[in-house]
């Protein structure tokens, strides 16, 4: 069993930056993506962005690119995500999540077998 907590979340003005950490804990587990999503109210859980372990390969939305980045510390176990840029659209609660194997995919919900409780980011106008 793998347990991820985030942290960072807050209250920021548009134009400001947050960042978030996930850290992951659990009895011998492997990792093959670790990243995060977010939840908007009334829309879907949607991908933001994730990091293949082995290698460091990075993905973002369309919608982030430029503005966010993924990072990590492998001792520690966490992965951090850098907000920088932000927008009243990135208001949504961040989910961090985490994959043992791959799946096919990155980009999906399915791919995930771990989730956090999340963490809220809220940009004001």
């Known amino acids: 069993q793998v347990q991820l907590v985030e942290s960072g979340g807050g209250l920021v003005q548009a134009g400001g930056s947050l960042r978030l950490s996930c850290a992951a804990s659990?009895?011998?587990?492997?990792?093959?993506?670790m990243g995060w999503f977010r939840q908007a109210p009334g829309k879907e859980r949607e991908f933001v962005a994730t990091?293949?372990?082995?290698?460091?390969?990075?993905y973002y939305a369309d919608s982030v690119k430029g503005r966010f980045t993924i990072s990590r510390d492998n001792a520690k176990n966490t992965v951090y995500l850098q907000m920088n840029s932000l927008k009243p659209d990135d208001t949504a609660v961040y989910y961090c999540?985490?994959?043992?194997?791959?799946?096919?995919?990155?980009?999906?919900?399915?791919?995930?077998?771990?989730w956090g409780l999340g963490t809220q980011v809220t940009v004001s106008s």
């Open positions: 659990g009895r011998s587990f492997s990792t093959y993506f």
């Open positions: 990091m293949r372990w082995s290698g460091g390969f990075t």
């Open positions: 999540a985490l994959s043992s194997t791959y799946r096919g995919s990155y980009y999906y919900r399915f791919a995930y077998d771990y």
